[in-house]
């Protein structure tokens, strides 16, 4: 099981990728190819692709985040 920080790091990634504003098929490739989710692979494999497209869309549209120097981004 991966460590605390790595999960953080996971989630952190994850939130910017579904934030990106690529096409489902690159966030889905991308979630399977780059070596930050490569601890959660068995997480990641059973992820449904119509809900990473619709995870990605209301990222797009209704996601905030608090930066380190407490900024958001809108």
């Known amino acids: 099981m991966p460590e605390e920080s790595s999960l953080i ?4 990634a994850l939130l910017e990728l579904l934030a ?3 096409p489902q098929e690159v966030v ?3 979630l399977k190819t780059d ?3 490569e ?3 068995e997480y990641v494999k059973g992820f ?3 809900m990473v497209a619709v995870a990605c869309e209301l990222m797009g549209k209704w996601a905030k ?3 380190s120097s407490g900024e958001q981004d809108l």
């Not at 790091?9 to 952190?12: A, K, L, P, R």
Request: aromatic share 14%; glycine share 4%.
């Open 48 to 50: 449904d692709p119509d």
């Open 20 to 22: 990106s504003g690529q």
């Open 9 to 12: 790091e996971f989630q952190d």
């Open 39 to 41: 601890p959660y692979q």
């Open 28 to 30: 889905l490739k991308t």
């Open 65 to 67: 985040r608090k930066h």
């Open 35 to 37: 070596p930050r989710f």
